[in-house]
Nanobody
Framework: QVQLVESGGGVAQPGGSLRLSCAAS????????MSWVRQAPGKGPEWVSD????????RYADSAKGRFTISRDNAKNKLSLQMNSLKPEDTAVYYC?????RGQGTQVTVSS
């Protein structure tokens, strides 16, 4: 059974940092591209970043470039998102996604 479980969300001040993690089980995550997607209140889902399965190449939305870093630990079947220089507009529920599978999300709130 495929499971994606996000953690690491919370409240941060503008300019602060958070590190999100996604524990994958039921499949070998290194064999698949994986993504972070977020959804702010009242808005639709927004792709944030993804990492390629084979090459490890990464891509970022313009809103995340230079501030967020996606990475994966294949040995631990884990995906991470380091978020620095957080802004209030980063407030959203962040989801880990691989193909059609998505976790339950973790809330990130950026507020002073």
């Amino acid at each position: 059974q495929v499971q994606l479980v996000e953690s690491g969300g919370g409240v941060a001040q503008p300019g602060g940092s958070l590190r999100l993690s996604c524990a994958a089980s039921g499949f070998t995550s290194s064999s698949y591209s994986m993504s972070w997607v977020r959804q702010a209140p009242g808005k639709g889902p927004e792709w944030v970043s993804d990492i390629n399965d084979s090459s490890g190449n990464t891509r970022y939305a313009d809103s995340a470039k230079g501030r967020f870093t996606i990475s994966r630990d294949n040995a631990k079947n884990k995906l991470s998102l380091q978020m620095n220089s957080l802004k209030p507009e980063d407030t959203a529920v962040y989801y880990c996604q691989s193909g059609i599978f998505r976790g339950q999300g973790t809330q990130v709130t950026v507020s002073s």
